[in-house]
């Protein structure tokens, strides 16, 4: 299943959809929802937190992540002393680390990240439970997005620039960004699992306004990998396109 969604930046409808509220299992897009939450508390950021290893499940019990599993180890380096807030979600964000997600998720809690749902609109996306919640997943408790409401949920960031420039620093310069022009600036936020790879991002062109473009797809193409993925040049591809086409998306009312 290939969800794509193509919107002007700062209003206005979608200009292209396809397949847009098709539901697929969120993998890492769902951290932009925690980072929103997390600025919106009211928590210091640069308070220091306990880094540790074991969460509640959505469904009672504990888990824990696996950190074979994490893209990300400078977390992990801190298992069992303490890190500032703000730490954790600069890498949960530019280094997509699992184990950064799931501490700032509990900071906060799922239900302020639902209301950072409900505030940009979404209709049929939720983040419910932490990663490798694996007794929740098994329940049917799942983190769900569509290609529509990642557009609503980047564009409700507008008015936030320092969690936009944060997304500019995403280290993984693949998918969306992979078919764009060497140095085009975008801010965004990909996911990748198994069967699954996602991006959404905002593109800022020199010589256009910017547009919102988010792809979701679930299939065989994806290996899971963050980089080496065929799936994530399906992605660049299609980001490529609409990059020829930038003009057409920023005219439209």
């Known amino acids: 299943m290939l969800s794509v969604v193509v919107a002007p930046w700062g209003s206005g409808e979608p200009v292209f959809r396809r397949a847009a509220d098709v539901r697929h299992y969120a993998a890492s897009t769902m951290k932009v929802a925690v980072l929103a939450a997390l600025h919106r508390s009211g928590v210091d950021l640069d308070a220091e937190v306990p880094v540790v290893n074991r969460f509640d499940s959505a ?9 074979d599993g994490d893209g990300d180890q400078l977390p992990w380096e801190l298992l069992g002393g303490t890190a500032p807030l703000r730490t ?32 940009a609109g979404a209709t049929h996306s939720a983040t419910p439970r932490g990663i490798e919640d694996a007794a929740a997943r098994e329940a049917g408790v799942d983190n769900l997005v569509t290609a529509r409401d990642l557009v609503r949920l980047l564009r409700s960031l507008d008015g936030e ?5 944060l997304l500019e620093r995403n280290a993984y310069r693949v998918d969306l960004a992979a078919g764009l022009p060497p140095g085009t600036r975008i801010a965004f936020k990909n996911g990748w699992v198994t069967g699954a790879r996602h991006s959404v991002g905002v593109v800022y062109p020199d010589d256009c306004p910017p547009y919102l473009i988010a792809v979701c797809y679930t ?6 990998h963050g980089t080496a993925d065929p799936a994530a040049r399906l992605v660049a591809r299609i980001s490529a396109a609409v990059w020829d086409r930038r003009r057409d998306v920023t005219a439209r009312p």
Request: glycine share 12%; aromatic share 4%; proline share 6%.
């Open 59 to 67: 469904v009672g019990g504990e888990f824990a992540n696996s950190r």
């Open 88 to 119: 954790l979600a600069e890498r949960m964000i530019t280094h997509s680390s699992n184990l950064a997600t799931n501490l700032c998720l509990a900071a906060v809690g799922p239900e302020a990240v639902a209301g950072v749902w409900r505030r």
């Open 161 to 165: 620039p320092e969690l936009l420039a």
């Open 219 to 224: 299939g065989p193409l994806a290996s899971g």
